[in-house]
């Protein structure tokens, strides 16, 4: 919910263009713009530098959006490191079937882990172009957003004093569980939500990647997915119960329903290692429209979130992120508001394209193991029509990189 103004005890007031709250992609994407452009702002984050810099998260770019973030100087290390990927593998019905997206649109899929991506980013925004950002900072409170002049106010947890930046803009980019989706009074805007009745055990092994490729194991056991992060780490996805508990899931057993759920005839068998991470991921999707609510905005997972089903959650943050910084930029060094006007209209465009493809991906995944004879029969003709029609392999690639999406 909104508060009224900060208590007059808190302390004298700072000034600042804009307060982006939360140092993921988006918000640091949006700082770096903001600073390219001399527009003063703060960056607000509650946790520490050294963990948004490690914390496991996602690890796939479109092209569109590398080139997003070349464009604004923020590429460099990405188009050093990265490894772009150019096709995929699905394994189903015990065989394996290669699904080359370049050959069929001449694009690639990046693959650069997020906390890379966030490493990079700081580094900008605050050792080079000397942008102010607070890391560990408490009770982030949103204040007269409906004014031309809002305010957030936080803790500095060194002091425990209670500070406030006064402001044009807030730019509300801190996730889904941040404070800044709350700060939206109900019923002053519309949240649109699916629920996909299904889990993902995500995990991360000390082990080498297993394929050259991005696999997907479509199997009546449940869906299982594979993703290199590094030449000694890779990310596995098993379908499971929602809710289901990690412990649950021992050593033995995962590799086991790995080995099961990826095999397929020809197929080497899977590099094996300690498991670093389990958590179990519930499949939903939400989209807040509009997303702005007087002088907040609302970027990536704070104003949509995207289940991993197809990996679009880092890509629909930094095309939120170039949104909102161009037009926040644009308002303020050349009076041009109509980047603001239309920020809303512009992300959510991009938002519900991808929402209905990663609701497409889902039938493919999961309809295999629900248990009902004609989706699994749906699902497995979805397959195959991948690879007895280059039309429709061609429409399914182009949405899998981004490519068809609206602008």
Known sequence: ???????????????????????GPAG?????????????????????????????????????AVRGL??????????????????CEFRFAGERFRFDYHE?????????????LVTDLVREYADVRGGDIRFGVRDVTL???????????????????????????????????????????????????????VGWLALLAEAPPSSDCVLFGVHPNGFAGHMARSPELTRYY?????????????????WAELRARLGATDAPPLHEGRLIEKRVLDMHDYVVEPLVFGRLL????????????????????????????????????????????GYSHA???????????????????????????FRAGTSLARLRRLFTSRAAATAFAEQYLGSAAAF
């Not at 509650?46 to 796939?60: D, K, M, N, W, Y």
């Not at 070349?70 to 096709?87: D, I, K, P, T, V």
């Not at 004093?161 to 519309?190: I, M, S």
């Open 1 to 23: 919910m909104t508060h009224p103004s900060p208590h007059p005890n808190s302390g004298p007031e700072e000034r600042s263009t804009v307060v982006v709250v939360g140092a």
């Open 28 to 64: 640091l994407t949006v700082g770096n713009i903001l600073r390219a452009a001399a527009v003063d702002c703060v960056v607000l984050e509650t946790e520490s530098r050294q963990l948004i810099e490690t914390r496991p998260r996602a690890g796939v770019i479109e092209e569109w």
């Open 70 to 87: 070349a464009q604004r100087g923020l590429a460099e290390n990405l188009l050093a490191r990265a490894q772009a990927h150019s096709l």
């Open 104 to 116: 069929l649109t001449d694009h690639h899929h990046y693959v650069y882990p997020q906390p890379l």
């Open 143 to 197: 204040h007269d957003l409906e004014s031309d002049r809002p305010a957030v106010s936080y803790t500095d947890p060194r002091t425990g004093e209670r500070h406030v930046l006064r402001c044009e803009f807030v730019a509300g980019c801190d996730g889904a569980r941040g404070v800044t989706r709350d700060a939206v009074p109900e019923g002053r805007v519309r949240v649109s939500r699916r629920d996909y009745g």
């Open 238 to 254: 098993l379908q499971c119960p929602p809710g289901d508990d990690p412990e649950n899931w021992p050593h033995d057993r995962v």
């Open 298 to 341: 609302l970027a990536g997972d704070a104003g949509h979130l995207t289940a991993p089903i197809a990996a679009k959650g880092m890509n629909l943050a930094l095309h939120d992120a170039f949104l909102l910084g161009d037009a926040l930029a644009a308002h303020v060094t050349k009076g041009d508001d109509s980047g603001l006007d």
């Open 347 to 373: 992300s959510l465009r991009r938002v519900w394209d991808y929402q209905e493809f990663s609701q497409f991906l889902s039938g493919i995944y999961h309809g295999t193991a629900s248990g009902d004879p």
